[in-house]
């Protein structure tokens, strides 16, 4: 694999963040750029993704839309509006000649005239008056819809199920997808270990670091630091006479996920793993299931 540069991730990233709608996540980012999280972490050491969407000048607020204008639908209804209008004012100079060729009594015309204006009239002003109550509805500010949002209590929120509720959400969910949710929510346990304060064996790499801190002291290790930067552990191991070793740590659960994420084997000297299943490993590898197998006898 081509070793990326600090800059290529950068431009990369401002790529991405301009075909998302939201602030650009590291998954987003990795999805839309195929680079991989080993690589944010070895470029990027002071602070990993966060750094890099600060060098990329990216957002880490939702990105506001756009203001609607509504200029193309107002216009219409305008059109429309004036086009009533003329034909209104054309019916009422229509009536006006039916009136003066009638043989009616010149009191009577002008009273039927009168009727029929003020008839016209009114209904001119309720098209109107509809007019304006639809431009103003469809002219909604977005800065002053945002602002009303963020004064809702949300308690009154969380108390209203349906305001939770996603739009393309069922509002009845299956039985089905009901225990499958059950079964994600329902913790793993690894098997019975009993060592110590640890009633269970690991099952993850975060188990695997927290066993390695219970136990570095008695195994020759001083610890100097944990970050989320490749590689996970800076500490150094003691080699007798008063010597001590660096050595570049890297957690894994088993030690072939090393090998499946794709790290670099220079960048580290020493996989810590519960379950050692690479036997082909280049890096030295401590198997911390023997490790306390052995302490605990």
């Known amino acids: 694999m081509r070793k990326a540069s600090r800059e290529e991730l950068i431009n990369a990233a401002k790529r991405a963040d301009k075909k998302t709608d939201g602030p650009l996540s590291q998954n987003d980012f990795i999805r839309i750029t195929g680079y991989r999280e080993w690589q944010i972490e070895n470029?990027?050491?002071?602070?990993?993704?966060?750094?890099?969407?600060?060098?990329?000048?990216?957002?880490?607020?939702?990105?506001?839309?756009?203001?609607?204008?509504?200029?193309?639908?107002?216009?219409k209804k305008k059109s429309v509006a004036k086009k009533n209008t003329t034909t209104k004012v054309k019916a009422i100079a229509?009536?006006?000649?039916?009136?003066?060729?009638?043989?009616?009594?010149?009191e009577a015309t002008t009273?039927?005239?009168?009727?029929?204006?003020?008839?016209?009239?009114?209904?001119?002003?309720?098209?109107?008056?509809?007019?304006?109550?639809?431009?103003?509805?469809?002219?909604i500010d977005p800065e002053k819809a945002i602002t009303e949002f963020d004064k809702l209590d949300l308690k009154d929120i969380k108390s209203n199920p349906k305001t939770?509720?996603?739009?393309?959400?069922?509002?009845?969910?299956s039985k089905k997808e009901m225990e499958e949710r059950i079964q994600m929510e329902i913790a793993e346990f690894g098997e019975l270990l009993d060592f110590r304060g640890l009633r269970h064996a690991p099952i993850n790499e975060n188990g695997?670091?927290?066993?390695?801190?219970m136990v570095s002291h008695e195994i020759g290790f001083m610890v100097e630091a944990v970050h989320a930067a490749f590689p996970d552990c800076e500490a150094k191991r003691h080699i007798g006479n008063n010597r001590y070793q660096r050595v570049r740590?890297?957690?894994?659960?088993?030690?072939?996920?090393?090998?499946?994420?794709g790290y670099d084997s220079a960048g580290a000297d020493m996989i810590v793993c519960?379950?050692?299943d690479w036997p082909d490993c280049p890096l030295e590898v401590l198997d911390l299931k023997s490790a306390i197998g052995k302490l605990k006898k």
């Open 43 to 75: 470029l990027f050491s002071d602070g990993g993704w966060s750094e890099l969407q600060r060098l990329a000048k990216i957002e880490t607020k939702p990105k506001r839309p756009k203001k609607l204008s509504g200029k193309k639908t107002i216009g």
């Open 94 to 106: 229509k009536k006006d000649i039916i009136a003066q060729e009638e043989p009616i009594a010149p």
């Open 111 to 139: 009273d039927k005239t009168d009727a029929i204006a003020n008839k016209e009239s009114n209904e001119l002003k309720t098209a109107a008056v509809k007019e304006d109550a639809i431009i103003q509805e469809e002219s």
């Open 164 to 173: 939770m509720q996603h739009p393309s959400s069922p509002s009845v969910q």
């Open 208 to 213: 695997v670091i927290y066993l390695f801190g």
């Open 249 to 261: 740590i890297k957690f894994e659960y088993k030690s072939s996920n090393y090998k499946s994420q």
């Open 274 to 276: 519960w379950l050692h």
